[in-house]
């Protein structure tokens, strides 16, 4: 479910291919002002929903949201969600997106953000248990107290743990940290972002 702009970018990366080919997505929603047109008729015509949003208080990224929950009102069950991109291109929606993802981490368990370098999620106060699989995770990871003034971390899994380590913009952050295990263990006194690296293969050639 790609917000409107996004479609636009997605048509001229992937213009070889026929929609079928484009993959599953059966829903456009947003304010459509950045979609192009000729791309909005190629999708409706191939039987995508357009669902125009004209909430000024809330961005694409939030009309998202809300359509998937209304649909999960319908079928009674919650989804896992992708955010794909998100965190690369403007600062300010790279911020809004961490942002606003924060908030939903009290209602909403699973929401992952993935980049072409990296996966990311938030990690509530608590403790944690990541299973990693390293053929395509790592090695380099963080933990990033965003969002909050400062938390307590420790960890271990990694090439360096902290035990009750103060981590915080105005002192500590693990950054380019390495996996050592394919389990992570994670104790934070206040949410934190923790990002990995995302090596995926080649994408192989069209013959």
């Given at each position: 479910?790609?917000?409107?702009?996004?479609?636009?970018r997605?048509?001229?990366?992937?213009e070889?291919?026929?929609?079928?080919?484009?993959?599953?997505?059966?829903?456009i929603t947003g304010?459509?002002?950045?979609i192009?047109?000729?791309?909005?008729?190629?999708?409706?015509?191939s039987g995508?929903?357009?669902l125009?949003d004209?909430d000024?208080n809330a961005?694409?990224?939030m009309?998202?949201f809300n359509?998937i929950?209304?649909?999960?009102?319908?079928?009674?069950?919650?989804?896992?969600v992708?955010?794909?991109g998100g965190?690369?291109?403007r600062?300010?929606?790279?911020?809004h997106?961490m942002?606003?993802?924060?908030k939903?981490?009290k209602?909403?368990?699973?929401v992952?953000v993935?980049?072409n370098e990296?996966?990311?999620?938030?990690?509530d106060e608590g403790?944690?248990?990541?299973?990693l699989d390293?053929?395509?995770?790592g090695?380099?990871?963080?933990l990033l107290?965003i969002?909050v003034a400062?938390?307590v971390?420790?960890?271990?899994?990694?090439?360096w743990?902290?035990t009750?380590?103060?981590?915080?913009?105005?002192?500590?952050?693990s950054?380019s940290?390495?996996l050592?295990?394919d389990?992570?263990?994670?104790?934070?006194?206040?949410?934190?972002w923790?990002?990995?690296?995302?090596?995926?293969?080649p994408?192989s050639?069209n013959?």
């Amino acid at each position: 479910m790609p917000a409107s702009g996004a479609y636009s970018r997605m048509a001229d990366q992937i213009e070889s291919l026929t929609l079928s080919e484009r993959g599953g997505k059966n829903l456009i929603t947003g304010d459509l002002d950045s979609i192009r047109p000729d791309v909005q008729q190629q999708y409706v015509t191939s039987g995508v929903k357009v669902l125009k949003d004209n909430d000024l208080n809330a961005t694409d990224l939030m009309k998202c949201f809300n359509a998937i929950q209304k649909l999960e009102s319908i079928l009674g069950d919650e989804y896992s969600v992708i955010v794909l991109g998100g965190v690369s291109g403007r600062l300010d929606h790279s911020v809004h997106t961490m942002s606003y993802i924060h908030k939903l981490r009290k209602v909403r368990r699973q929401v992952f953000v993935i980049t072409n370098e990296s996966i990311a999620w938030v990690l509530d106060e608590g403790e944690h248990i990541i299973h990693l699989d390293r053929s395509f995770l790592g090695p380099t990871c963080g933990l990033l107290p965003i969002g909050v003034a400062s938390t307590v971390i420790s960890m271990t899994g990694l090439k360096w743990n902290w035990t009750d380590h103060h981590s915080s913009f105005d002192g500590d952050v693990s950054t380019s940290n390495w996996l050592a295990n394919d389990d992570v263990w994670v104790k934070t006194t206040n949410p934190i972002w923790w990002t990995i690296e995302l090596r995926l293969p080649p994408a192989s050639k069209n013959s």
